[in-house]
């Protein structure tokens, strides 16, 4: 089993859409998760992060946390083509010291 | 405020060379991490950096692997000698001390032929 596991997609959604991003982890431990955006060829970039159980918005993404069922989620509202990107989950945890363990990515396709 | 930068951007080297690989993360940030992607994989951690002092190697392949950074500032990743399967994205990445929130660079993609 992965430690960080995605769904490799692609996602495609219509432009307007909700698109929603899956991730889980395996270490029950893990304290801290991050999405990032990484477009071809680019840096992955950090979008959010959350640390506590619920729900944690901002702008247009709403990161969520289950950490009873080891899962986080990224959805992002009104998408647009601007956000077709792989999205990487990392998780963060006192197994890992203070290291990213990163899922493959899930590739985002907004339709216009 | 410079984000993290990396140098060269792309490096096309032949097997048994080396290649120095270099980061400078962002002003202040203690923190510095080196990680890689090879073709299909997910990124990797290699090694974590608070200020000049190794806290964590625990990703680094072997002991072609080199990673310094004197004065606590930017750091080098040496590669000696170059193997194939050393082909991949390096990322270079820094965070504030006692911040999670890791800001990376753009990468180096290194190719050995």
């Known amino acids: 089993q992965k430690e960080v596991e995605q769904n490799s997609g692609p996602l495609s959604v219509p432009e307007g859409a909700i698109a929603s991003l899956n991730c889980t982890y395996s270490?029950?431990?893990?304290?801290?998760f991050f999405w990032y955006r990484q477009y071809s060829g680019k840096s992955p970039e950090l979008i959010m992060f959350?640390?506590?159980?619920g729900d944690k918005e901002d702008g247009r993404f709403t990161a969520q946390l289950n950490k009873a069922s080891q899962y986080v989620s990224l959805l992002i509202r009104d998408s647009q083509p601007s956000d077709s990107a792989t999205y990487l989950c990392a998780v963060e945890g006192v197994e890992y010291g203070n290291k990213l363990v990163f899922g493959a990515g899930t590739i985002l396709r907004v339709k216009s | 405020e410079a984000g993290v930068t990396q140098f060269p951007s792309h490096s096309v080297i032949e097997k048994g060379q080396t290649v120095t690989l270099r980061c400078d993360p962002i002003s202040g940030h203690d923190n510095l991490y080196w990680y890689r992607r090879v073709m299909g994989k997910e990124i990797k951690f290699l090694l974590h950096f608070v200020k000049e002092s190794k806290q964590d190697e625990s990703g680094m392949p072997n002991n072609r692997f080199l990673a310094e950074r004197t004065g606590g500032t930017y750091s080098t990743l040496k590669v000696q000698p170059a193997e194939l399967e050393d082909s991949g994205v390096y990322f270079c990445a820094s965070s504030q001390m006692g911040s999670y929130e890791q800001y990376f660079g753009p990468g180096t993609r290194l190719t050995v032929t």
């Open positions: 959350i640390y506590s159980n």
């Open positions: 270490d029950r431990g893990s304290q801290s």
